[in-house]
């Protein structure tokens, strides 16, 4: 037989991939005539090659189902089902086909052709030599290893984004069981006085917020109220804010807020200016904390009316008096954990009934109205006036529908929470057990002019 030779005379073999040596490949012979059958299997076997031989279209099917096939090397011309149906039989149900050579004797282009059609990757048209065979197998070889390469890379990718899947949905089962409970922690009807009203809307941009608001109980008469919103968003903010409301609701930090005089029975509530003072105190005393946070803190007597707060970043606090009539609170102040030396103010304020206080954590003035106009707190002030002829808790019930319609979808961008609190009537004849414990109010120093 003719070989291959180069210009220096000697044998050119094709080059085999380095990771498919010392592989044994495994090929399907499919030919008729028994004495090319014979020559053909000796010929593969001294090229180190598996050979599985059999006789026509059928047969090689019925091989293909029991073994696996790297390679098909097909006669064109067999009886029973010949190497083209074989071929077409062999693509249409198997994205991970082997390589297919078909041998011919035909070589005529729309043959060939029709060959290629059907899922042929090569052809040898007959006559042929070993040495042409040699490489057509070889080449074939390299096909194959770069499939069964690129088969394995897949089977990982899919592996790795079934195990992200899982635990994405893991992530996604988590995030929805922390919001459930966030949401469980922000005030109901049973967690305040009946002089007392109260609204709110909550809205996380990511699963869970940064930002936190409640009241607790201090006395028959007055509640502490909050408003934090940590910087950021998502779990890490959370995370945080869920532990500045834990410290809040603390029975012993709650001993820090009032203290009860056993001798008199009166309670010396701690100012919000205080209070303020030391959150920043031991926020700023834990190096490995990075983060900051925004604070409103404050003390309402809801039979009295009068109040007091400390402002630590946030927006100023609305005293809506009625449709017509509003004002702002406050005066700013520097967040918590950003300034170790920074002091904090008490501002003074009365709600008289029917009057609502509202505080409101950033993130509502980063959104757009549906027509497209930024919220700016101006146009809050007004929204929220018109608002204020609606009963307070047909109010909470209706903050998602009303912020639905008004405010547009895409603009969500960060968290956010808004806590509204109404003066209800009251009984003007029924005493008070510690009606003079908002004298405690007013630390040495504080201004006692109040915002009316």
């Not at 003719?2 to 210009?7: G, Q, V």
């Not at 198997?94 to 729309?110: E, H, M, R, V, W």
């Not at 700013?332 to 009057?355: C, I, K, R």
Request: proline share 4%; charged share 25%; with cysteine.
């Amino acid at each position: 037989m003719n070989k291959l030779l180069s210009p220096a005379g000697k044998r050119q073999d094709a080059q085999i991939p380095p990771e498919t040596k010392g592989k044994v490949f495994t090929i399907l012979l499919a030919e008729d005539a028994i004495a090319e059958r014979t020559v053909l299997t000796a010929i593969l076997k001294k090229q180190d090659y598996s050979v599985i031989a059999v006789t026509n279209g059928e047969e090689a099917l019925e091989a293909l189902e029991n073994h696996s096939v790297d390679l098909v090397l097909s006669d064109w011309k067999m009886p029973v089902m010949d190497g083209f149906t074989l071929c077409k039989k062999v693509h249409e149900n198997n994205d991970l086909a082997p390589y297919f050579i078909l041998l011919t004797g035909q070589d005529s282009k729309c043959n060939l052709i029709a060959a290629m059609d059907a899922g042929a990757d090569d052809f040898i048209t007959k006559p042929y030599n070993s040495e042409e065979l040699r490489a057509r197998l070889q080449a074939g070889q390299r096909v194959i290893s770069m499939r069964k390469s690129l088969q394995e890379k897949n089977q990982f990718i899919a592996q790795a984004l079934q195990r992200e899947s899982t635990i994405n949905e893991q992530l996604h089962a988590d995030l929805v069981a922390a919001e459930k409970l966030q949401r469980s922690l922000l005030p109901s009807g049973n967690e305040y006085p009946d002089k007392l009203a109260l609204a709110h809307y909550f809205r996380a941009s990511n699963g869970v917020a940064g930002d936190a608001f409640n009241i607790l109980p201090l006395d028959d008469d007055h509640i502490a109220f909050y408003h934090i919103d940590v910087a950021g968003h998502g779990v890490r903010a959370a995370m945080h804010s869920f532990n500045i409301s834990r410290q809040l609701s603390d029975p012993n930090q709650l001993n820090k807020l009032r203290q009860l005089n056993e001798t008199t029975g009166q309670v010396s509530i701690t100012s919000p200016s205080q209070v303020i003072s030391e959150f920043n105190r031991q926020f700023n005393c834990k190096d490995e904390c990075t983060d900051y946070y925004t604070m409103i803190y404050g003390v309402l007597n809801c039979r009295t009316g009068e109040g007091v707060f400390s402002q630590a970043g946030m927006p100023l606090p609305m005293l809506i008096r009625s449709s017509t009539n509003a004002q702002n609170l406050g005066s700013g102040g520097f967040p918590v954990g950003m300034f170790e030396e920074a002091s904090y103010n008490d501002h003074l304020f009365t709600l008289q009934t029917g009057e609502r206080l509202v505080l409101y954590s950033d993130g509502i003035l980063s959104c757009k109205l549906s027509s497209g106009e930024e919220l700016s707190q101006k146009t809050l002030c007004k929204i929220l006036q018109k608002l204020s002829g609606i009963n307070i808790r047909k109010l909470h019930k209706k903050m998602p529908e009303i912020f639905q319609q008004i405010i547009q979808e895409s603009s969500y961008e960060d968290d956010i929470s808004i806590m509204i609190l109404e003066r209800a009537s009251v009984d003007k004849n029924k005493p008070s057990r510690r009606a003079d414990s908002m004298n405690h109010l007013s630390p040495s120093g504080v201004s006692k002019k109040a915002n009316a």
